[in-house]
């Protein structure tokens, strides 16, 4: 993506099964677990650059002694800097107390690290900014066993502010607005209820503090306690929580909008962001790991048992299609033959973009993320050269002018690939904001020089998606004219963006988005600017509306987007040209053209049929809470406001 934007955060748990001698008896190291949450944060590493956690429960130990430890990093190299402070504890103990490595129990006791339910997670945010108040896991403190609760997600919500107020309305003084810790605290407080509800029960007939404690972990029903605390939540969410007596589960919303994996063997259950983090880790097929049923929640008790069980109704189906286009790792198998399908689907368009010259173009991708998609787009060309040469040669054949150099010309036409830009892998860090951003992003990229001739070849680039259209601006459209192409071929392997998302990708101010640049920019020239002024009271009366007939405990009333009607005035075609002069460079050195090729809403589906969250291209959003923010995000256009059109927090 040659827009950066922060996204998705990332989780992993791991539950062992079995005892520590097991894993010490047969791999070697009671350290097995700890091992694999170590491969399964590295390997969705991607997942998060702004913070990084840790949480490791350990069950049965003695009164007194802690039994959850946590580590939390904020800030560049987070992740590393997590396990920088495991292995020194390692080191120091394996000076000090080299004779427990022989005993698990013993080394469980000397080592904070070492437990039964391992929990992990990397944060993007797009809230909160980057400190360690903000980086999970998140940490509900209690006497209790079974009311202590450590929790992390990959989520949004779009009513947290809502939640809030319930809790308020419970009697409660939540400290802080931030979606982690309101959800957190909606969990305790029906975990505290659930709790007292067994204990209040239970003490006219059970005098002994430890086997009530017992009793209560038998008896607590913590889908109930999901059930009750999830109801009004509007969002994606994808959770996973540690509850001290020994109880973890996952959470997932019920459209899918966040993606959940699971994994169980005899010896360990896992939870993981990406499937592809868990296939690795455990050295399986992909068919073993299963995804998490929407509005559903794998719940393992404290006997190490798990099962999948229906927390919400499950909705439509609306897994977000973005994480296929550009946000999880390209080595899944899946993932990687949808990528290539989306490059393939664009090359009709491309192919009348240079009126069908592939002798005089040059094809070519932004690097890093397009360059799956490049290798579709090159399958998709070879597939249709195969079928031109057939029919070339047969028109030779019936035309009797099939001499040897004509079949050796038609059989050498085939895509013509360069590498054209190189990204500058040691300034991608120091891009990170937009105040940043000025400076900087016109060096981002480089060119390979020479590779077409000046004035007489096309050039033809692939991009994942585009966003804001600032990289293309101020430095990719800009170096590659220093190129001397005919003409210049963006194309975007995503459809143009149109609409904010508020379900977890940081991409909610419509003025940002590049799409909406030129719907704005061919309403003004087109004198249709009073349908502003149309659009901003319909978005305020919606929301009005909408806030006035919200149930409480039933979540947020169902809305209308109203945003559409600004690009329903146009075609895609027309939008993608407006784009196009928009983006050109504009010093005058180069006089080329620029031609802006976008997928369609139809190819995205055709090539990834199994996620059709596209709300960000559609506008139609799986939740009312998603289609409020729309509309908000309309009304800070038109009011100047700039920021969120949320106000939640972040996972």
Same mark, same amino acid.
């Given at each position: 993506m040659s827009d950066p934007i922060k996204h998705e955060c990332g989780l992993a748990l791991v539950r062992l099964k079995k005892p520590l001698a097991h894993y010490q008896a047969t791999y070697g190291s009671a350290m097995w677990g700890m091992r694999k949450l170590y491969l399964l944060m590295e390997k969705q590493r991607n997942r998060g650059q702004d913070g990084a956690g840790i949480g490791v429960l350990k069950m049965g130990m003695p009164t007194g002694a802690r039994y959850y430890h946590r580590a939390r990093e904020a800030g560049t190299s987070s992740l590393d800097r997590v396990w920088k402070h495991v292995h020194e504890d390692l080191d120091r103990l394996h000076r000090d107390h080299r004779e427990a490595f022989a005993d698990p129990q013993q080394l469980k006791q000397l080592y904070p690290w070492l437990g039964e339910i391992y929990l992990g997670h990397l944060r993007y945010g797009t809230h909160g900014g980057v400190t360690l108040d903000v980086c999970h896991p998140y940490e509900r403190v209690s006497n209790w066993p079974s009311r202590y609760l450590s929790l992390a997600g990959n989520f949004n919500l779009t009513n947290t502010s809502e939640i809030f107020d319930m809790l308020v309305s419970l009697g409660q003084h939540p400290i802080g607005s931030a979606d982690t810790s309101t959800v957190m605290e909606k969990i305790g407080h029906f975990l505290d209820e659930a709790n007292e509800a067994i204990a209040r029960r239970l003490r006219?007939?059970?005098?002994?503090?430890?086997? !009530?404690?017992?009793?209560?972990?038998?008896? !607590?029903?913590?889908?109930?306690?999901?059930?009750?605390?999830?109801?009004?939540?509007d969002g994606g969410y994808h959770l996973a929580g540690v509850v001290g007596h020994g109880l973890s589960f996952a959470l997932r919303d019920p459209h899918g909008i966040r993606p959940a994996y699971w994994y169980e063997d005899d010896e360990v259950v896992a939870?993981?962001?990406?499937?592809?983090?868990?296939?690795?880790?455990?050295?399986?097929?992909?068919?073993k790991v299963k995804e998490i049923t929407p509005g559903c929640a794998v719940i393992i008790d404290h006997r190490g048992v798990a099962k999948e069980v229906e927390v919400l109704p499950p909705g439509e189906k609306k897994s977000c299609s973005f994480e296929r286009i550009y946000f999880s790792r390209g080595n899944d198998a899946d993932i990687y033959r949808e990528r290539k399908a989306l490059g393939k689907e664009l090359v009709p368009a491309l192919l009348r973009a240079i009126d069908f010259d592939l002798e005089h173009t040059v094809i070519s991708y932004v690097p890093n993320t397009a360059e799956t998609a490049y290798y579709g787009l090159l399958e998709g060309l070879e597939s249709y050269l195969a079928?031109?040469?057939?029919?070339?040669?047969?028109?030779?054949?019936?035309?009797?002018?099939?001499?040897?150099?004509?079949?050796?010309?038609? !059989?050498?036409?085939?895509?013509?690939?360069?590498?054209?830009a190189l990204k500058d892998a040691k300034l991608r860090t120091f891009i990170t904001d937009d105040r940043d951003r000025g400076d900087m992003v016109a060096h981002a990229y480089d060119i390979t020089r020479g590779i077409l001739r000046p004035g007489v070849d096309n050039l033809a680039v692939i991009d994942d998606s585009i966003v804001r259209g600032t990289t293309l601006r101020q430095s990719i459209l800009r170096i590659l004219s220093q190129l001397g192409p005919k003409r210049i071929v963006v194309l975007s392997s995503a459809p143009q963006i149109r609409y904010p998302d508020?379900?977890?990708?940081?991409?909610?101010? !419509?003025?940002?988005?590049?799409?909406?640049?030129?719907?704005?920019?061919l309403l003004k020239e087109r004198g249709r600017e009073s349908l502003l002024r149309e659009v901003y009271e319909a978005c305020t009366l919606e929301l009005a509306r909408a806030e006035k007939a919200r149930i409480p405990m039933e979540g947020p009333a169902?809305?209308?987007?109203?945003?559409?009607?600004?690009?329903?005035?146009?075609?895609?075609?027309?939008?993608?040209?407006?784009?196009?002069?928009?983006?050109?460079?504009?010093?005058?050195?180069?006089?080329?053209?620029?031609?802006?090729?976008?997928?369609?809403?139809?190819?995205l589906r055709w090539a990834i049929p199994g996620h059709?969250?596209?709300?960000?291209?559609?506008?139609?959003?799986?939740?009312?809470?998603?289609?409020?923010?729309?509309?908000?995000?309309?009304?800070?256009?038109?009011?100047?406001?700039?920021?969120?059109?949320?106000?939640?927090?972040?996972?």
């Open positions: 006219s007939t059970v005098k002994d503090g430890n086997e !009530l404690a017992r009793r209560i972990a038998e008896e !607590l029903d913590f889908s109930l306690i999901l059930r009750r605390a999830a109801r009004a939540w939870v993981a962001s990406e499937r592809v983090a868990l296939v690795t880790c455990f050295d399986v097929v992909p068919e079928e031109w040469k057939e029919q070339e040669i047969l028109r030779h054949q019936e035309a009797g002018t099939l001499s040897r150099e004509n079949l050796a010309k038609i !059989l050498a036409v085939r895509p013509w690939q360069e590498k054209a508020c379900y977890g990708i940081d991409m909610s101010e !419509l003025g940002k988005f590049i799409a909406f640049e030129a719907a704005i920019s169902p809305q209308v987007n109203h945003v559409k009607r600004i690009y329903a005035e146009f075609t895609d075609e027309e939008i993608s040209a407006r784009i196009a002069d928009l983006v050109r460079p504009r010093d005058g050195s180069w006089k080329g053209e620029v031609d802006v090729v976008y997928q369609t809403v139809q190819g059709t969250g596209d709300w960000y291209f559609t506008g139609d959003y799986p939740t009312p809470g998603g289609t409020a923010i729309a509309n908000r995000a309309f009304v800070n256009f038109i009011e100047k406001r700039s920021g969120r059109a949320y106000e939640a927090g972040r996972g």
